[in-house]
């Protein structure tokens, strides 16, 4: 089930591990994605789901694998809860993009335990948004799906 990726990116810490050319805490495989902890996590069982084949952000991922992903982090979240481990919620997290704080360019969904006092933290300024601006927004989306998602 180990085969290499399609596409790996020199580089690449998480090709490498794909490619079993770096060290990683494995917890799953299949065919489309591996599973292994965060070296540096947020909470003690933070996984990462990575997809074999190398794709920087959400857009560079085919529908498949996209679903596979997800379905492969909701499977984890779930051993999560189950395993022991300290866990009163899960925080399903993708960072697309560095300004969304994506460190490795390479596409991974966190599947985080929460725990009160767990330290880990997301803030915004939260406001309300006017609803003529929302439904300009609105508008703006519905076109974008009508152009194709894929």
Not at 94 to 121: K, M, Y
Request: overall charge negative; glycine content about 8%; some cysteine.
């Amino acid at each position: 089930m180990t085969q290499a990726p399609e596409a790996v990116r020199d580089g690449c810490i998480f090709c490498a591990i794909v490619a079993q050319r770096a060290e990683a805490s494995m917890v799953y495989e299949d065919d489309i994605t591996v599973v292994f902890m965060d070296i540096n996590p947020a909470t003690p069982g933070h996984l990462l789901v990575v997809p074999r084949r190398h794709a920087v952000g959400l857009e560079d991922l085919d529908g498949e694998t996209s679903v596979h992903v997800w379905s492969v982090g909701h499977q984890m979240a779930r051993a999560v809860r189950r395993s022991g481990l300290r866990c009163d919620g899960i925080n399903l997290f993708v960072a697309d993009g560095t300004v969304a704080f994506q460190e490795v360019l390479h596409f991974h969904l966190h599947v985080i335990p929460r725990f009160a006092g767990d330290g880990f933290v997301i803030q915004a300024d939260w406001k309300a948004r006017d609803r003529l601006l929302l439904d300009a927004d609105a508008e703006a989306l519905r076109g974008a799906l009508l152009r194709g998602t894929d």
